[in-house]
C-alpha cells in the first residue's frame, strides 16, 4: 500500500526489536505514527534515541490528545527528530480513561521534557511516573476545576467566573512556586511605568 511503502524504515526497526509491543503503525500527511504499548513506552523511546541506527536525539514536542467519541483512549504524544540524520518520528501511546492516566517520564531520556510534561499533567491529568517536579505550570497549584484540555471540560469551567476570581485571587503562589520562579513576576515591578502601560496594551519594544 501507498502509505506502508512511504513509512519511516524506523518501523520495521521498532517491530523486530519490540514485537507485539508495536501495536500499529501509520503515514499521516507524510508523517509516520507509530503506536507503542504504554507499559513498554519508556523502553522505545530509550532505544529509539540510544540506538545507533535511530539516534532520535531530539523531543520536539511532547502533549496528549483526547477525541469527541468518549470510547476513545487519551493518547500521550511524542514527536522526536534525529537531527543528524534529518528524520521525523511521531510515537503515540493510548491511556484506557476508565484506569488511572498514568506513563513514566521522559526527562531521564530528555530534559526538555520537565515542562511539556508538567502541561500534560496540567491540561489533562496525565501522571508522569518518576518526574522529578511533577505540579502545575499553566493553573495555580490549588485549581480545583479539573484539567481545561479533556473534553469533559465546560468552556466556562465548572465554577461561576466570580468564584473562579476568587480562588485566583485567594491563591498564594509563594507557598507553591520558588522564589527563582517568582523573581520573573517581581521583576516586571521594576519596570518603569511607562514600559508597563505599554505591556498592557500589548505594544511591544524595538531591540536596538
Known amino acids: ?5 512511504a513509512a519511516s524504515p524506523s518501523v520495521a526497526a521498532l517491530r523486530a526489536r519490540f514485537g507485539n509491543s508495536i501495536l500499529r503503525d501509520r503515514v499521516i500527511c507524510g508523517d509516520t505514527v507509530v503506536w507503542v504499548a504504554a507499559d513498554r ?16 536525539d531530539y523531543l520536539t514536542d511532547l502533549t496528549a490528545v483526547e477525541y469527541r467519541d468518549g470510547e476513545l483512549p487519551l493518547e500521550v504524544v511524542y514527536q522526536l527528530r534525529s537531527l543528524a540524520r534529518r528524520a521525523d ?5 493510548e491511556l484506557d480513561k476508565a484506569q488511572p492516566l ?13 515542562w511539556l510534561e508538567r502541561e500534560v499533567f496540567d491540561m489533562f491529568g496525565v501522571t508522569f511516573r518518576n518526574h522529578p517536579d511533577l505540579r502545575r505550570i499553566l493553573m495555580w497549584e490549588t485549581y480545583a476545576e479539573g484539567f481545561p484540555l479533556r473534553k469533559d471540560f ?5 465554577f461561576s467566573r466570580s468564584e473562579q476570581t476568587r480562588q ?9 512556586y520558588s522564589l527563582e520562579e517568582l523573581s520573573i513576576a517581581e521583576s516586571y515591578r521594576e519596570l518603569s511605568v511607562e514600559m508597563r502601560e505599554r505591556l498592557g496594551r500589548g505594544e511591544r519594544g524595538e531591540v536596538s
Not at 498514568?102 to 520537565?114: K, R
Not at 485566583?168 to 507553591?176: G, M, R, S, V, Y
Open 168 to 176: 485566583a485571587l485567594a491563591a498564594n503562589p509563594e507557598a507553591h
Open 102 to 114: 498514568e506513563v513514566e517520564s521522559v526527562c531521564d531520556l530528555w530534559a526538555g521534557a520537565n
Open 41 to 56: 513506552a519508556h523502553e522505545v523511546l530509550s532505544w529509539l534515541r540510544d540506538d545507533p541506527g535511530q539516534g532520535f
Open 154 to 158: 465546560p468552556l466556562r469551567g465548572h
Open 1 to 5: 500500500m501507498t502509505a506502508a511503502a
Open 89 to 93: 518520528l511521531r510515537i503515540k501511546l
